[in-house]
């Protein structure tokens, strides 16, 4: 599976922005948009809006992301690796492993695998 569909949370919007011209600028700026939850589609979800994006799960995620300094959220992040960025396993089952230089007790430097 290389793509899954996430859904993407702003929150505290001013309520002036919560419109379709707001969401239609929102979604000229993410390349790969699905869909509007129907709540935020009928302004009944005060309190935030929700999108329905697509994400490459071979790339990196961009963990913070803003459209017009309104942070983005993605949700489910209980699945992504905080190592290397990517969707579907978590750091302790990466396995991208960042070598640290640390030195030894002869003054020679060697390399440690970071935890």
Same mark, same amino acid.
């Given at each position: ?35 509007? *939850? ?75 695998? *970071?935890?």
């Amino acid at each position: 599976m290389r793509n899954v569909a996430v859904w993407i949370r702003i929150q505290r919007l001013p309520i002036e922005l919560y419109n379709d011209v707001f969401l239609k600028r929102i979604r000229s700026n993410l390349s790969k948009f699905l869909k509007v *939850d129907k709540l935020t589609l009928i302004h009944s979800r005060g309190k935030f809006i929700r999108i329905c994006v697509k994400l490459d799960l071979e790339k990196p995620l961009e963990f913070h992301i803003y459209v017009r300094r309104h942070k983005l959220q993605i949700e489910g992040l209980h699945s992504i690796c905080f190592q290397c960025g990517r969707f579907g396993h978590k750091k302790v089952q990466c396995l991208e492993i960042t070598l640290l230089p640390v030195a030894s007790q002869n003054g020679k430097s060697r390399e440690t695998k *970071d935890a």
